[in-house]
């Protein structure tokens, strides 16, 4: 086995066992409930947005970077319904209060996610392949956590809508 070889084992084990700890961690906090604010619900993915807002204006994309960016959007866009809809929404039935808690299938999911883009940085590599440069890969990461992100707390908002809407027309 090669030096290099070794290093990128190496470099996997460490990268597995930080986020075995992080999801052990998350996995044991998951059964805390949360109150849900639905007037926050935009605040993450807002500045989350201005964030990569600042990164495409600083960093402009150019050639397929565009095409790849907006795809990883919209795939980002599809993960965060996906994951939205694992999330556990209750509602208090006397004071309407919104409440939620972690399933372990969006925790799982995420788990998922993380192994598909470890595995894909093992096939893609630098991003030579596909003639990206480093700030295109950054930029296509970004927009698939703002699609995640804005998505899974667009869906939250609605369900939880729904279920207050239907709380209140029981109380009259």
């Given at each position: 086995?090669q ?11 460490i990268?597995?066992?930080?986020i075995?700890?992080?999801f ?7 059964s805390v ?7 926050r619900?935009?605040?993450f ?5 201005a ?6 204006v ?21 993960l965060?319904?996906?994951r ?9 039935p006397?004071s309407?209060?919104l ?6 299938a969006?925790?799982?999911?995420l ?7 470890t ?7 630098d991003g030579h ?13 970004v927009?698939?956590a703002?699609g995640l ?6 869906e939250?908002?609605?369900r ?6 239907t ?6």
């Open positions: 086995m030096a290099n070889e070794a290093q990128g084992w190496i470099s996997y084990a990268t597995a066992v930080i075995g700890i992080v052990a961690v998350r996995w044991r906090r998951m409930v949360k109150p849900l604010k639905l007037e619900l935009w605040v993915p807002a500045l989350y947005a964030v990569a807002l600042y990164m495409v600083m960093y402009p994309l150019q050639g397929l970077a565009w095409l790849f960016c907006a795809l990883a959007l919209v795939m980002g866009a599809a965060g319904w996906q939205g809809k694992m999330m556990r929404i209750t509602i208090d006397d309407h209060a409440n939620t808690t972690s399933s372990p969006a925790v799982l999911f788990v998922a996610i993380v192994a598909l883009r595995g894909a940085r093992a096939v893609i590599g392949a596909l003639h990206l440069d480093p700030f295109a890969i950054t930029d296509m990461l927009a698939l703002l992100f804005t998505t899974q707390r667009i939250m908002y609605l939880a809508k729904r279920l207050l809407d709380a209140r027309a029981r109380q009259t």
